[in-house]
């Protein structure tokens, strides 16, 4: 499922830092959940946030009506399928 502009930002550093180039943190989040822009502009987010932000923004797979990811690393037997 999606999240939205706020449920990326409570899962973000909330840093302030400037390091993904945005001025205004919130604006981030608005493109993260948009698909605009890209977890990499964030290098201090942690894992744990970056597995949620991932598992949220992966599609389902086409023709698959059991679930997305977790389906696709079921079917194929490991655990690092990629996004
Ligand atoms: S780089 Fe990460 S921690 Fe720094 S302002 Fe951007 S989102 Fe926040």
Redesign the pocket.
Known sequence: MALTGLEIFKL?????????G?AY?PG?CHGLAAGKTDLS?????SDEARAKLVEASTPPSPGNHRGGASALKNRRGNRDVPP
Not at 41 to 45: D, E, L, S, V
């Open positions: 973000l550093p909330k840093t302030n830092c400037g390091a993904c945005v943190l981030l502009k964030c290098p201090y987010i």
